[in-house]
């Protein structure tokens, strides 16, 4: 079996976000990439265990990235706002036939900040990569696959 070799790019970071980076690497400049391939690795596996800890339904889940479509900006601040919203609104949790929608916005609020940016990426992940446009894909085994 054949490694996979790193792919080379170019991405443009902020400052603040570089002198981050800089004070993790040992060497400075040289080693920006492997300081980036490891906190990123780590942060998407914290992503990763925050959503298997969430019980949450898949149901709740195509009731969240339904809420969060065409969000300008999706906040983990005001992720509960949002879902709230679009309980009161739009009936979304009738659509996605959620019982309990106004119990999920609690949960949602006294979630911990990582959780909520856990389920955050899980919408980006979702509207951003076109799994939408997969029709061989059901957004409920989606999110199942997500949580479990």
Not at 96 to 103: K, L, M
Not at 123 to 138: H, P
Request: hydrophobic share 35%; with cysteine; net charge negative.
């Amino acid at each position: 079996m054949q490694k996979k070799q790193p792919h080379r790019t170019t991405i443009t970071l902020q400052p603040g976000v570089l002198e981050e980076v800089d004070r993790r690497g040992y060497y400075g400049e040289g080693n920006r990439g492997a300081v980036i391939n490891r906190d990123l690795g780590r942060l998407y596996e914290e992503y990763r265990h925050a959503l298997r800890e969430i019980e949450l339904s898949p149901a709740e889940g195509c009731l969240i990235l339904d809420a969060l479509n065409g969000a300008f900006e999706m906040r983990p601040d005001t992720l509960w706002a949002q879902i709230s919203d679009s309980i009161s609104l739009d009936h979304t949790d009738e659509k996605w036939e959620v019982e309990a929608g106004q119990a999920l916005v609690r949960r949602l609020h006294d979630m911990t900040r990582t959780q909520q940016l856990a389920i955050v990426d899980m919408a980006e992940r979702f509207w951003t990569q076109g799994v939408y446009d997969d029709t061989s894909i059901d957004a409920r085994e989606w999110v199942a696959a997500q949580v479990g």
